[in-house]
């Protein structure tokens, strides 16, 4: 079967703060357009797009879910995002690939913290936006009150397109304000939609909304604006390609509304979807990186070379990757060769296919604007580009949250840490916002997440689809241990019980070291006391001896070391006893260096709502934390600090209860510093620095 032209194609994406029923609106969506044959529900796990065990268990979406189906003769590649923000990086990918973004609001709460993050990012990426006002059923669901309230947060050129006939539990229609036309519905069925008259207690209403929107639209063209104030009637045809160029420059942003469970409204919106929202030819090119960074257009041209970008990889442990993609230049083909130009490799396709939900469609060839699945692909992830042949073309890395709730992770079954390792390292490549390493400091393996909630879902997803269970515990803070004068020592090693014994004699001496240095040894012997052969086993033993300080057992870093005399024994003395003899001698000094405990210092940036400043910033100074200052970003307000590490490790669920969830950090290590005497003492009471180095 041909693949469908860039001009017959929406990319949609249901955007919207979690809660508000987008997943309602994408399964009533689908049965409208008898692409499912019924209505399922988010309670009953009936839904196509939240399939995962884990998504029906929560009833929320965890993960983007693509449904491609045709309505009106285009095919529609709609986009079910999670709206929670632990798991917004499918959001924010799904946008990358989008033309469009349905933002969907309660009726009831009217625009929410996420709903405007999201309209931010959706801006950024440059899309088409359209509202859909949901939940209308609801008790003191208030359609006019949630307009003025996307008003108040997106501006102006929002305007309705539709208002509902009734409220709250009586709802049961729409008025459409562009031919002034009032539809009811009876019953969730399919095109159950009947046109009447608009009631008479709605008239001078619906008409007051149409002067509104008409102002709105004459403002995008000025033949129309001449005619329209002429008082000449205005054909449909002009109205909606009037409308839909200004919906796709952003200078419109329409609002619908329904009832998604009740399959009420949304037949007018997969409506709007074709006549007010943009195809990918319509939205013309898109930008790209191309040589030495350069940027380049990629116009939604089928007949020249190939140009795609995977936006998600699934990991399933029985039918491997399946990587969603969307084809912004050329033609896929089934059964081809390509090269993924991001990791210089070949790869080679099989079958295409078209996702709803879990299933799998199979096609021949995808066309520029379409979006698809492959699966199999070897080296290919999230974020690779595929050309025909190798070229440079790349996209600008997505702008994800940094993971700021981490955990340390270990296998429940002992001898199961490779099997562990294994399926997280499948897990991450499914979610870019997830963090997995090992900790080079403390030698713990670290899984960081957004949230507990994120971490908590990775966890559960490594016991269903890979059978192994891990254990969280808070990660140990990487306290260090350093010098703060010089001293020096003399230490000597002799055993002897029968035949060969065991001599080494050195002095050493110790000081502080420039931040940063790490162990500088310096070999100040003269003559042969000891021999040029054993100088480096002193070292070597200096090396163990720092990796376990006499304050609390923690790594010491920044000191130098100088070997300034010793003896040595032709018969007895070996590189082992230099080595233990070297070891003694810098922990004996060390006891005499005045030696401190150290702890990691973090710079924070903290972005937050204006009226929540003075609580951040309040709460940092309970942290030992130090503001460096603030400055305006956008509509919020960025403080910056350095705080201890030891004080932020559950900072996230407390930033989120301060902010009501509006705020969002990143933190990265910035230096050590000396722990406060009081706060020294716990610390070596702990007594965690045995299991650090160990």
């Known amino acids: ?16 703060h979690r809660g508000c029923g987008k997943t309602s609106l994408h399964e009533a969506m689908l049965f409208e357009a008898g692409a499912t044959n019924r209505l399922g529900a988010v309670a009953d796990g009936s839904t196509v ?19 491609c189906f045709e309505h009106e003769g285009r095919k529609i590649n709609l986009i079910d995002t999670p709206g929670e923000p632990s798991f917004v990086a499918d959001a924010i990918a799904a946008m990358r690939v989008a033309d469009a973004a349905v933002v969907v609001v309660n009726g009831v709460t009217g625009v929410e913290v996420h709903t405007e993050r999201l309209w931010r990012r959706a801006d950024a990426e440059g899309l088409a936006r359209l509202v859909f006002v949901n939940m209308l059923d609801r008790e003191r669901a208030d359609f006019p009150r949630a307009l003025d309230s996307l008003k108040a947060a997106f501006g102006p050129h929002v305007v309705a397109t539709e208002i509902p006939i009734g409220a709250e539990h009586e709802v049961r229609g729409v008025i459409d304000l562009i031919d002034l036309k009032a539809f009811v519905y009876d019953g969730p069925g399919r095109d159950s939609a009947e046109e009447v008259e608009i009631p008479e207690e709605l008239r001078e209403q619906a008409e007051e909304y149409r002067e509104k929107l008409m102002d709105e639209v004459a403002e995008n063209s000025d033949e129309l604006m001449e005619r329209y104030l002429e008082g000449e009637e205005i054909a449909h045809e002009e109205i909606v390609t009037v409308l839909k160029s200004g919906v796709t420059a952003g200078r419109i942003f329409p609002v619908t509304c329904g009832v998604a469970t009740r399959n009420l409204g949304t037949g007018r919106l997969l409506e709007a979807l074709v006549e007010d929202l943009p195809s990918p030819a319509m939205r013309g090119a898109v930008a790209a990186r191309g040589t030495g960074e350069e940027e380049i257009e990629l116009e939604p ?86 050309c025909e042949r190798q070229e440079e073309v790349a996209f600008a890395p997505l702008d994800l949250p940094a993971p700021v709730m981490a955990f340390a992770y270990e296998p429940k079954s002992r001898g199961d840490e490779e099997k562990a390792a294994a399926a997280v390292r499948r897990l991450a490549e499914e979610d870019p916002t997830l963090d997995v390493h090992r900790d080079a400091q403390t030698g713990e393996q670290i899984i960081a997440g957004l949230t507990r909630d994120h971490v908590d879902v990775i966890v559960a997803r490594m016991k269903r689809r890979f059978g192994v269970e891990v254990e969280l515990h808070p990660p140990r803070v990487p306290y260090r241990e350093s010098i703060r004068k010089a001293a020096e020592a003399h230490a000597r090693y002799k055993k002897q019980s029968g035949g060969r014994g065991q001599f080494a004699d050195c002095k050493i001496e110790i000081e502080p070291a420039e931040d940063g240095a790490g162990l500088e040894f310096v070999n100040k012997i003269k003559g042969a006391s000891i021999p040029g052969s054993f100088i480096p086993a002193v070292e070597k033993g200096v090396v163990e001896a720092m990796e376990r300080g006499t304050v609390a057992g923690y790594p010491v870093k920044d000191v130098r070391v100088r070997l300034v005399d010793g003896k040595h024994h032709d018969v007895d003395s070996s590189e082992m006893a230099f080595k233990i003899a070297g070891a003694m001698a810098f922990r004996e000094a060390m006891e005499e260096a005045d030696p401190v405990l150290l702890e990691p210092i973090v710079r924070l940036a903290v972005s937050c709502p204006d009226d929540v400043v ?81």
């Open 301 to 386: 041209d089928e007949a020249v070379s190939l140009v795609a970008y995977v936006f998600k990889t699934l990991a399933d442990p029985y039918t491997g990757r399946v990587n969603l993609f969307r084809v912004y230049r050329g033609t896929l083909r089934s059964d081809s060769q390509v090269v993924n130009v991001t990791r210089r490799q070949k790869e080679r396709v099989g079958q295409l296919g078209q996702p709803l939900g879990k299933e799998l469609e199979q096609v021949s060839e995808l066309g520029a604007g379409d979006i698809g699945a492959i699966a199999k692909l070897k080296e290919t992830r999230a974020g690779d580009v595929l």
């Open 49 to 67: 797009s939240d399939h995962e065990p884990d998504e029906q268990e929560r009833e929320m979406s965890i993960g983007a879910s693509v449904a």
């Open 1 to 16: 079967m041909p693949h469908k032209a860039a001009d017959r194609i929406r990319n949609v994406a249901l955007i919207g």
């Open 614 to 694: 003075g609580d951040v910033i309040g709460d940092l100074n309970s942290r030992r934390g130090h503001p460096l200052g603030m400055e305006p970003k956008g509509s919020m307000t960025e403080v910056k600090a350095e705080v201890p590490m030891a004080e932020v490790l559950d900072y996230a669920p407390d930033l989120r209860s301060i902010s009501g969830g509006r705020a969002d950090f990143s933190m990265e290590f910035d230096r050590y510093e000396e722990v406060p005497a009081h706060l020294a003492a716990k610390v070596v009471a702990a007594g965690d620095g045995a299991k650090v180095s160990a």
